[in-house]
Structures are given as structure tokens and as C-alpha cells.
């Protein structure tokens, strides 16, 4: 894991704070994998008071499932949450389904009697009173009052961490055999460009690679000799970490080949849009088909003008909910040549179809690139109109 809070004096004055300045952090491992331990990082505001139930936020890194190891930390320290950061399996080593696994399991360790609260009280083998002096100890996470985030593939997995327990909830109760997860869902979720159409994202390529990635531009031929030899030295390993290190060549050539859905896998839990179509089938809901528009299809329907910043935002439908009940907030970037906007929109066509009384605040960034809200502060204002409308649902 990456060192998120610097020893007092490494940081010269010239320097900007660490933006976890304002947190104590210590890493805990939640599983381990063939002797591999898959860690988190667990920050705990500095003034938090000893005792204290405070929220949660927690994050997934981006970077296509491949990489991996912003403003949401201010928005954490603002409420005096618990801020943690989870790894996961990475592919092409590990596969779409192991992948879900670690967030399964992250979230069940979560919510263990031997997990975030336990290690926070300095209980079990790994406590972080003996990795931090203060800070640490004395804080309670109130597991209740939970916010889950992530950007890019992080937002694939923020989203999975709702659609895959509801809908496994839901089987659960017509004789299927699936995990049941016990514990309450998220209050709300915020994805950052995610990774939504994951079947489109299978197949396309792009045209002009150089302009999208600092990776090499390779040929057909070498892509594929890439992406073969990878997935027989690779596959099967343990990797959690990999910035980047050939990550990107290796999410270009699955690109570049079309092949991004052979290295994920083919399993429909693995694919967001068909989990809502089987949510909606488990409530009898029907399949999201028929009126689902996107893009300027969508805006003529809804009678939007123009496609300037903001144009396209939910606005909240239907009234408060009953807590884990799902809202969700996306921030995407329309023209992001990445991961194409045009995902988020099918995705956020299809929730506004079969479930109308989910609260939904989407808001579309014109001309911004993949990876647009970085330098991006509280003030901004977007940010400032996204948070107004989260912190109706958390803390």
C-alpha cells in the first residue's frame, strides 16, 4: 500500500499537504490469498473524540481492473468520517469473478465482529493502536452509515457493491444459492466515470490509441502476442498492486483486440446493466428494454437544451427513501474518449425505467477528459451542488 500520510517534517513547507494530512492511517489486510495478503487502508480523522461513532467512506481505486495502488477525502474529513481505501485482485492475474470475491469479502470483514471495529480497538492479531499512537484507539465506526466511491473501474466496483447484494438479496428469497450478505447496504454511492457498460467496453476499439493512454501504440499482431503471453506468465498470480508497470500496454492490447471481456470473463454478474435487468425480473419489474434513450435521444425526450456543462442532470425522483433503499451520484465526462460516456447514460436510462423511485443526481462535464474531476475542490461547483445533494442520504 502507498504511504498516505508522511512522517511530520518529510513534507517541506513549499510543498502541498498530503491530502491525508488530516487522518491517521495504518494499513490492515482483510484476506489472504494463497499467502498474499489483500490490504486496506483505514484513515481515522486525527480529532476524531475517543468514543465517538463517526461515518464511513469507503473508496475504490480506478485504473481498468488492470491498475491500481481526490476531493472525496475533504469531503470525508469535512463530516469527521472514517476514510478507507481497499485493494483487490487485479487482471489480467485474477479474473472478473475473483475480483468480485475481494469486494464481497472486503465488505463481509467490514462488517465482521473481527473487523473494522475490532482492528480500530487494537483486538485480534493486526489492531491499529499498535501501528498508531492515538487517533486510532479510541474511534467507532458507525457501520450503519456507510458511503461507498470509486472512479473508473473503482466505479464498477462502488456500483457492484450495491447491484450484486441486492440482487443475490432478492434470489436469495425464490430458492437460489447465493451468499447472503447481511449487512446494511451503503447509504449512497458516488461513481466517478465508471466502468457501466462493461459488454460494450468488451468490443470497441479505438482508433487512434496514442491519444487516449501513455502507453505503446501497438500493432494488431503484437497485441494479441502481448495479451497471449501475459494471460500465460500472469494468470493465476496474486497481484493487488501495479502502477503500472505494463498495465497499460496490457489494458491496450485488451483493447486494441476486442479481448477486454475474454480477460474479465463472461459471467452476467460480472455486467452491471444485466444485473439491473435481473433485479427488475427478481421484482417483477420486467426486462429494461423498450424506452431506454441516451445522448441527445434522451435530452429531446426530456426536453433539454443544449449539452453545455450540467446539461443531462437527474434531478432526485420520488421522495425520501427508507434507508437501504440505493442512491446514487455519478460525475462523468461527456466526451471521455476512456470510458465513453455513453455507458453512464444507458445505465442511468435504465435505473430512471425500472426503478423510478431510486434518487439519482448525474451530472455530464462537456469537452472534459477521462479523469476530470482530479484537481477538483469543494469549491468547484459542481462539487459543491453534488455534495448538497449526497449529504441528504450520508452522514
Known sequence: MTDLNPEPGTESESEPKSKFHAFNTSDVAYKVVDGHEVEATVCVPKDARPGARLPVMVRFHGGALVNGGTWTTTLASSHSAIFITSDYRLLPSATGTEILADIADFWTWLHSPEGLNAYLAGRGKEGAGKDVEGGMQGAVADLTNVLVTGESAGGWCAVQSVLVPALQRQTLGQGGERHLYSYPPPRAVIAHYPMLDMASLSGYTWADPSSHLDARVLSTAEANGLLDAVL?????????????????????AMVQT???GEVLGKEEELYPLVTLDRLAESRGEGKGEGDVRVGAEREEAAGVEGKGRGAGEGEETGGEMSRGSERESWMVPIWDPVIPARGTEIFVAKVRQLFPAWPLH?????????????????????VKEGVAWIEKYWP
Do not use: N, Q, S
Open 232 to 252: 500465460e506468465v500472469e494468470r493465476g498470480k496474486v497481484v493487488t498492486e501495479r502502477i503500472p508497470e505494463g498495465g497499460e500496454d496490457w489494458f491496450m
Open 362 to 382: 448525474v451530472h455530464y462535464e462537456a469537452g472534459a477528459a477521462h479523469g476530470f474531476d482530479g484537481e477538483a475542490t469543494h469549491e468547484t461547483p459542481w
Open 258 to 260: 476486442g479481448r477486454y
